[in-house]
C-alpha cells in the first residue's frame, strides 16, 4: 500500500490535506481552553461540561464519540509507533489520550466503522493488533484537563487538543499509519506474504527457457 487513498476527490481533499500549523497537535499534557471547548461540544450539555471541568480541571470526563470525533483505541506499545508514523512519515496527528495501558487516537466521525472494514482488505492487517474503536453510541474517558500530579485514574494526555476545530486523521490515514506501524515492530525475519502457500506435493516446472 503506498499514500493514502481516498474513494473520491473530494475525501482526498479533505482527509489528505497538510494540516495548518495552528491545528498541528503537539506533545502537550495540559488542555487550553480553545482544545476544552472543542471537547465539550461532543457532550449533550457543553456549559455543564466546562462548568465541571473549571471546578474540577484535574477529574477525568465521559464524553460521546461519534459526532465531533471518533477514538480509535490500540495497545500502548503500538500506539506509540502509530503516533511515531503519523508524525514522521506522515500529516501528523490529532489529539491522542493514554488510558489504562491503552492509547486514544482521536479521529474524524465515522473512522470507527470504516476502518476495520479497511484493515480486513489490507495485506498487512493481520498483523495490526485487535483495535477497538469508538463511534456512535460509544463513550470514552478522556483525561482531565490538567494532571493532578498524583497516580490519579491512569488517564494523561500524551497530544492535548489545542485548538477550537483540530485536525483529526480519517480511517485511510489511520490505515496507512497502522500498516507502516505493523511493519516497524514486525520482526525482521518476518515475511508477510499475501500468496498462499505453496503445495508442497505440487511439480515445479522450469519455464525459463521457454522459446
Known sequence: MSGWLRDTEEDRRT??????DDTIEREVS??????????????????????????RPTEPAVLPCGSVFDVVNVPA??????????????????????????????????SAGRL????RW?????AVPPL???????????????ESGGAGSGSRWVVAPGARHPW???????????????????APDV??????????GAKVYDVSRRR
Open 116 to 119: 476495520p472494514a479497511l484493515l
Open 77 to 110: 506499545v503500538f500506539g506509540r509507533q502509530l503516533l511515531d508514523r503519523l508524525r514522521e512519515e506522515g500529516p501528523g496527528s490529532g489529539p491522542v489520550a493514554a488510558h489504562r495501558g491503552r492509547m486514544l487516537i482521536f479521529a474524524t466521525p465515522g
Open 122 to 126: 489490507e495485506e498487512w492487517g493481520g
Open 132 to 146: 477497538l474503536c469508538h463511534g456512535t453510541g460509544d463513550a470514552v474517558t478522556v483525561p482531565p484537563l490538567e
Open 15 to 20: 482527509d489528505l490535506r497538510t494540516p495548518a
Open 191 to 200: 515475511r508477510i506474504s499475501i500468496f498462499h502457500r505453496p503445495d508442497q
Open 30 to 55: 495540559r488542555v487550553c481552553g480553545p482544545g476544552a471547548d472543542w471537547l465539550a461540544s461532543a457532550g449533550a450539555y457543553p456549559r455543564s461540561v466546562l462548568a465541571l471541568w473549571e471546578a
Open 168 to 186: 483529526l486523521p480519517g480511517p485511510e490515514v489511520l490505515l496507512w499509519a497502522c500498516v507502516r506501524a505493523a511493519r516497524a515492530l514486525a
